[in-house]
């Protein structure tokens, strides 16, 4: 039987979205369209709008790196280690393709700042972030969104070089 999935945060992202396809969940403001992640609940980032109302809307899957790091370091709560000792991972800035918009997230893993460049193509995916008991026993895996490059075939052969 397969354990439960549920996302760790609700209402950022659906494992199902458009041609069931993972999908990062946004918000445009319905008086001047602009278009925020995470959803907009009060009011407009748009300082020039005062907008209040939003729809929601699913955003693109794939986008360009914009900057990158690691986290050497271990963060401090809320976040979960999912190893022990601490292992270090990557993180992007991308720009998505349709909407223009920056969204931060955690590079699959496997993959290093080493073998990352800016303007490389990712797709967004959902990945475990760790798996806990449920009171009835059974396995709740928490669920993230995280950006993986798009040809892993080209990144094997850069990493070869």
Partial sequence: MAN???????????????????????????????LSFPKATMFCPNPACSGSEFEEVPLSTRGRIWSYTDARYKPPPPFVATTDPFQPFAIAAVELEAEK????????PGVSV?????????????DTLLTETAE?????????WKWSPV?????DEEVAA
Avoid: H, K, N, Y
């Fill in 151 to 155: 040809d892993t075939a080209t990144l």
């Fill in 101 to 108: 918009i920056v969204v931060l997230g955690q590079i699959v």
């Fill in 114 to 126: 080493d073998d990352l460049r800016i303007g490389m193509e990712v797709q967004l995916v959902v």
């Fill in 136 to 144: 009835d026993g059974s396995a709740v895996e928490q669920t993230v």
């Fill in 4 to 34: 439960a999935q549920v996302p760790a945060v609700e209402g950022w992202f659906t494992s199902q979205g458009p041609g069931g396809v993972p999908a990062l969940l946004g918000s445009r403001c319905t008086t001047c369209g602009t």
